[in-house]
């Protein structure tokens, strides 16, 4: 197995554009979560995901994040608009349902300028 | 309540020597607690887990001590070397509670000179 795809790997943009970060979950996984990690603020879940169905979003920030897990293959975490505060990476992580497991991916730096 | 505590912040150890990182918690209701281990640039990988009901796990030079009364448990890396640098995270869980939800110590920087 390919293990967590994220993309992109690197992400500038300006501030008030439309951010958008890309997971794809090891197959058969059934979780799904999205961490922000930060010098200040170490790993912080934002949101995660069983059998798609978003189970806690008590991390987000903000309005101005979303996430979505439109099938078992695919989730995106949305930032609009963003700014420079968001400048973090952002870990994708899945794990199995019949343990507490979780595979992290390589990581979406993003800066916001 | 959620929070996990660790310590220390950052760990500077001589080649072959015993690393030990600390980790304190305060929710009972935690019954899984894994070790992740991070390089510069990667995402953190689980190193070695263990469940509140042994109170010690080995896995070749890593070993979990867990200490349920003192809600308690670290990691020692024994004859540590300059391969094992890397940034090193606590975690707790509560299936019951919270699925598979983790929560994470602050993390420790381990630098083995050689």
């Known amino acids: 197995d390919a293990g967590v795809i994220q993309s992109p790997r690197h992400e500038v943009t300006e501030m008030g554009q439309e951010v958008t970060l890309r997971c794809k979950p090891i197959?058969?996984?059934?979780?799904l979560f999205w961490y922000r990690q930060t010098m200040m603020r170490g790993l912080e879940l934002l949101i995660y995901?069983?059998?798609?169905?978003?189970?806690?979003d008590s991390g987000m920030p903000e309005d101005r994040f979303s996430a979505k897990m439109p099938n078992a293959s695919f989730s995106t975490l949305k930032i609009q608009p963003s700014e420079p505060r968001d400048s973090a990476v952002y870990f994708c992580?899945?794990?199995?349902?019949?343990?507490?497991?979780?595979?992290f991916g390589p990581g979406t730096r993003l800066t916001v300028t | 309540q959620q929070q996990v505590k660790q310590s220390p912040q950052s760990l500077i150890v001589q080649k072959g020597g015993i690393s030990i990182i600390n980790c304190a918690y305060e929710?009972?209701?935690?019954?899984?607690f894994p070790w992740y281990q991070q390089f510069p640039g990667k995402g953190p990988a689980l190193l070695i887990a263990i469940r509140p009901d042994v109170s010690e796990k080995k896995e070749g030079r890593f070993t979990i001590s867990f200490n349920k009364s003192a809600k308690q448990f670290s990691l020692h890396i024994m004859d540590s070397q300059p391969g094992d640098s890397a940034t090193y995270f606590c975690?707790?869980?509560?299936?019951?509670?919270?699925?598979?939800?983790?929560?994470f110590g602050e993390g420790t920087q381990l630098t083995v000179n050689p």
């Open positions: 995901f069983n059998n798609n169905v978003p189970i806690d």
């Open positions: 992580a899945s794990g199995p349902g019949n343990s507490y497991e979780q595979y």
């Open positions: 975690a707790a869980s509560s299936g019951e509670t919270s699925g598979s939800r983790l929560t």
């Open positions: 197959s058969g996984h059934d979780y």
């Open positions: 929710n009972t209701a935690f019954d899984y």
